[in-house]
């Protein structure tokens, strides 16, 4: 895949990891990372729940995570002295993806088979895949939406570029990047940045999104997911905003106060299948969601923000790709919480209906 407008500079950090900086014009990125070698932990485990027929990964080694440092000690600040080295060499950058240091997948060094189902026999598997932290911008007080359209398109070219060369690695089944933003929701630092998590297994929700696709498919004909943006932009009611390649609505069945789903109005399987005219006005609309969504109580919101993209080789002409935002919250001070009949049941229950809640995103004042 041919990067538009951005260029890639790839490093190697002292233990081996490889840190990429994406940049909008030339900049030379040969700062040394000068930390001591450390020794990196060993796969994880992951384990199969024949209840329910989801694999579970266990990492029992990132308990000991860095949890909400102070900005002196951000690890994914710029180094700006030898006081500090953090796990980004250079004094300054735009957008850069590192391989995560405590990462819950891993790549594999032999076999990456998925043991065989045999219900509760079900061997034991290893937490094969990748993690990787994305990095939207070097000021440590910004938010996604306090970025210029220009750093939104770099940070989508990024998210591209990631997900082409993840797809190449044989052991990966399906990419997912995605961003969690405030303590409500357990965000461990609050530098703007994100996940890229490429697992060697199907998601649970993904395995039901594909098998809800093939259903359709089987008895109607169509893709699903092009009926169901067909059907938001004839309802117009839950739209939330619009331009001329996007759309964003809140789903007919919302599950969260805040929902929104922002998906090409021409479909795609994923992230390098975007045009460029599409990449280009992707910034405009991801921002104004985001503002949005801050301004229905004016403070800023605890989200989840995850793109879903086709699985690498597999349902391809099936699922497309849209980008899903959540909030728990549900009014200041007041969170949602997934308590007994989400949690224990998995059936959601919600409080407001997603055309009032639509409504509300629309009547904010830019
Ligand atoms: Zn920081």
């Not at 990891?17 to 940049?23: F, H």
């Not at 450390?38 to 932990?41: A, L």
């Not at 500090?84 to 060499?89: F, M, Q, S, V």
């Not at 964003?248 to 789903?261: K, N, T, W």
């Given at each position: 895949?041919?990067?538009?407008?951005?260029?890639?500079t790839?490093?190697?950090?002292?233990?081996?990891?490889?840190?990429?900086?994406?940049?909008?014009k030339?900049?030379?990125r040969?700062a040394?990372d000068?930390r001591?070698k450390?020794?990196?932990?060993g796969i994880?485990e992951?384990?199969?729940?024949?209840?329910v027929n989801?694999?579970?990964?266990?990492s029992a080694h990132?308990?000991?995570?860095?949890?909400l440092?102070p900005?002196?000690?951000?690890?994914l600040?710029?180094t700006?002295s030898?006081e500090?080295?953090?796990?980004?060499?250079e004094?300054?950058?735009?957008?850069?993806?590192f391989?995560?240091?405590s990462p819950?997948?891993?790549?594999?060094?032999?076999?990456?088979?998925l043991?065989?189902y045999a219900g509760?026999?079900?061997d034991?598997g290893?937490?094969?895949?990748?993690?990787?932290v994305?990095v939207?911008?070097?000021?440590h007080?910004?938010?996604?939406?306090?970025?210029s359209?220009?750093q939104?398109?770099t940070?989508l070219e990024?998210?591209?570029?990631?997900?082409y060369?993840?797809?190449?690695?044989?052991f990966i089944?399906?990419?997912?990047p995605?961003?969690?933003?405030g303590?409500?929701?357990g965000?461990?630092?609050?530098?703007?940045h994100?996940?890229?998590y490429a697992?060697?297994?199907?998601p649970p929700?993904v395995?039901k999104m594909?098998a809800a696709?093939?259903?359709y498919k089987?008895?109607?004909?169509?893709?699903l997911?092009?009926?169901?943006?067909?059907?938001e932009i004839?309802d117009?009611?839950?739209?939330v905003c619009?331009?001329?390649h996007w759309i964003?609505?809140?789903?007919?069945?919302?599950?969260?106060?805040?929902?929104?789903?922002v998906?090409?109005i021409?479909?795609v399987a994923?992230l390098?299948?975007?045009?460029?005219e599409?990449?280009?006005?992707?910034?405009?609309?991801?921002?104004?969601?985001m503002?949005?969504?801050d301004?229905?109580?004016?403070?800023?919101m605890?989200y989840?923000?995850?793109?879903?993209?086709a699985?690498?080789?597999?349902g391809?002409d099936?699922l497309?790709?849209?980008w899903?935002?959540?909030?728990?919250?549900?009014a200041p001070?007041?969170l949602?919480?997934l308590?007994?009949?989400?949690s224990?049941m998995?059936?959601?229950?919600m409080?407001?209906?997603?055309?009032?809640s639509?409504?509300q995103?629309?009547?904010?004042?830019l």
């Open positions: 895949m041919e990067l538009r407008g951005v260029i890639r790839d490093r190697e950090m002292s233990d081996g990891r490889t840190i990429r900086y994406y940049d909008s030339v900049t030379e040969n040394v000068k001591p450390e020794e990196q932990p994880g992951l384990r199969f729940d024949p209840l989801e694999w579970i990964a266990i990132r308990q000991n995570r860095i949890f440092p900005k002196e000690l951000c690890p600040c710029p700006t030898d500090l080295l953090t796990e980004i060499p004094t300054d950058y735009e957008v850069v993806v391989d995560n240091k819950s997948l891993r790549p594999p060094l032999g076999d990456n088979a043991p065989d509760p026999e079900t034991e290893k937490a094969i895949g990748k993690c990787e994305i939207f911008n070097s000021d007080g910004q938010s996604f939406c306090d970025l359209e220009t939104v398109r940070l990024a998210w591209r570029d990631r997900t060369e993840l797809s190449k690695e044989p089944r399906h990419i997912a995605f961003e969690n933003r303590e409500e929701i965000v461990t630092l609050h530098h703007p994100g996940q890229i697992y060697s297994y199907l929700r395995e594909l696709a093939k259903r089987h008895e109607f004909g169509r893709v997911f092009d009926e169901i943006v067909k059907r004839a117009k009611v839950r739209i619009q331009n001329e964003a609505y809140v789903p007919y069945a919302a599950r969260y106060p805040y929902e929104i789903h998906a090409p021409a479909p994923d390098t299948e975007l045009t460029s599409q990449c280009d006005s992707y910034p405009k609309i991801a921002l104004e969601v503002k949005r969504l301004g229905v109580y004016g403070v800023p605890a989840i923000a995850a793109w879903h993209q699985p690498v080789r597999e391809r099936l497309r790709l849209h899903q935002i959540t909030s728990v919250r549900r001070g007041k949602k919480y308590a007994g009949s989400e224990a998995g059936a959601f229950i409080d407001v209906t997603p055309e009032q639509a409504a995103l629309r009547e904010v004042k």
